[in-house]
């Protein structure tokens, strides 16, 4: 059986995303328009206000390949979001801020074309480590890439797996299928009876040693200049792989790049529960929420080998997500292909919903004490999320005293004129 998006019973785009409305989806509905738009209208050129980060989907789309080849896609920097809360003098409240500060740079830093009209907005967005991102030569060629599948008693699903990435489009691949000491014996057999089915693939056998441990055994076997490992129990699209290999050959200054998923709980995807859109950043939330992606990624294999590859603990999940941690906190770039490559099996049972979810997050916080190569912005920022997340949620726990409110609506009544008369004497 092979899956597309001909089965899909709803727009993609218009899916719940996991974590609900964001700067990132509002970005993600303007690049949907504007793609539409662009299939009728052939835009030569698209300006984006930095303000609000509207532009990043599109930007994010056009480096990975996807959209928007023939447009030259513009940054007008009118403002940020950062440089107006600082002359709020406040910090950030909730994940969108900061989330959106992340977008307001990405698309600043990766347009095709910036421009500048406030010398001040300018000096401040180099202050705050906004950097345009130098274009380098993009790869060519097909790359061998290695498909590693860690299996542990998922006979139902790895038929469908497997068929799914026999469908592939992208004809240089290596096919590395493990079983991780599978005790149900239905599985043993239906794994016995694909080895037969795959003759070209490689199947092996071992002691049970948990998911991270097999992925690194993957690893240690691959032979392509890319590894994708790949969950036993998802589907993945017939382009996801020639998808990846595009999209990382074009930036060859990122380690990994993760993409956008569609979950579904009924036997087969014809319709969806949510999506999972991943961003990218901003690694500020990265020790709260997973910000990179799901482990069925593309990673440059001696990248990942760098870092000593995953994490090898017994009875917790969220391997993946500390993998990616690992590979910011050793100075490696991450990115993401925003398009659905491939469908995500929401099983109640499945290892992260079935795992202690405090031990999950540990192993994911434990990395963040070898943060050595992190940038100092990077830092920064993490410290002044928390600071403002700490002010907000005091602000939540008890009202504000009435003498410290009027005091704030003076100030706030005041602080324009000020403003204005200082940029009058400046």
């Not at 599109?58 to 928007?68: P, R, S, T, V």
């Not at 300018?122 to 950097?131: K, L």
């Not at 097909?142 to 006979?155: C, F, K, Q, R, S």
């Not at 939540?396 to 005293?401: D, V």
Request: glycine share 6%.
């Amino acid at each position: 059986m092979a899956f597309d998006s001909a089965g899909v019973t709803a727009p993609e785009h218009a899916l719940r995303e996991l974590h609900g409305d964001s700067c990132a989806e509002r970005s993600e509905r303007v690049r949907r328009a504007l793609e539409a738009l662009h299939r009728t209208h052939r835009f030569e050129r698209i300006e984006f206000l930095a303000r609000g980060g509207l532009g990043f989907r599109a930007i994010q789309a056009k480096a990975a390949g996807l959209a928007f080849q023939d447009v030259t896609l513009a940054v007008r920097l009118d403002g940020t979001a950062r440089h107006d809360r600082e002359r709020e003098q406040r910090w950030p409240r909730d994940f969108d801020e900061v989330l959106t500060d992340f977008a307001e740079r990405f698309a600043f830093e990766h347009a095709d074309e910036r421009i500048e009209p406030d010398a001040e907005l300018a000096a401040f967005a180099h202050r705050c480590g906004w950097e345009p991102r130098a274009a380098a030569p993009a790869a060519t060629g097909d790359p061998l890439v290695t498909l590693g599948i860690a299996h542990y008693n998922l006979g139902a699903f790895l038929p469908q797996t497997l068929e799914s990435l026999a469908a592939q489009t992208y004809a240089n691949l290596e096919v590395i299928v493990i079983d991780d000491g599978s005790t149900d014996a239905a599985s043993l057999e239906t794994f016995a009876a694909l080895e037969a089915k795959y003759p070209k693939w490689r199947f092996l056998r071992q002691s049970n040693a948990g998911i991270g441990a097999t992925r690194n055994r993957c690893l240690e076997l691959a032979r392509g200049e890319f590894f994708i490992p790949v969950d036993a129990d998802n589907l993945a699209r017939p382009e996801i792989v020639s998808a990846f290999v595009r999209a990382i050959q074009r930036n060859p200054h990122l380690a990994a790049m993760s993409c956008y998923f569609l979950a579904f709980d009924t036997p087969e995807p014809t319709a969806f529960a949510y999506a999972l859109r991943p961003t990218g950043g901003p690694h500020a939330l990265a020790g709260i929420r997973n910000v990179y992606g799901d482990a069925n990624a593309i990673f440059r294999t001696d990248a990942l080998r760098a870092i000593g590859g995953y994490e090898p603990d017994r009875g917790t999940s969220c391997e993946d997500w500390e993998a990616f941690v690992k590979l910011v906190h050793a100075g490696f770039k991450l990115g993401v292909v925003p398009e659905h490559l491939f469908y995500y099996r929401h099983r109640p049972g499945g290892f992260s919903r079935s795992t202690n979810w405090y031990a999950n997050h540990q192993r994911v916080l434990r990395q963040f004490a070898h943060s050595g190569k992190l940038a100092p912005a990077e830092l920064l920022e993490a410290w002044s999320a928390l600071l403002g997340f700490h002010q907000r949620a005091e602000e939540l726990r008890a009202p504000t005293p009435r003498r410290h409110r009027v005091a704030d609506a003076l100030h706030a009544l005041v602080r324009e004129p000020l403003n204005w008369l200082r940029g009058r004497r400046a």
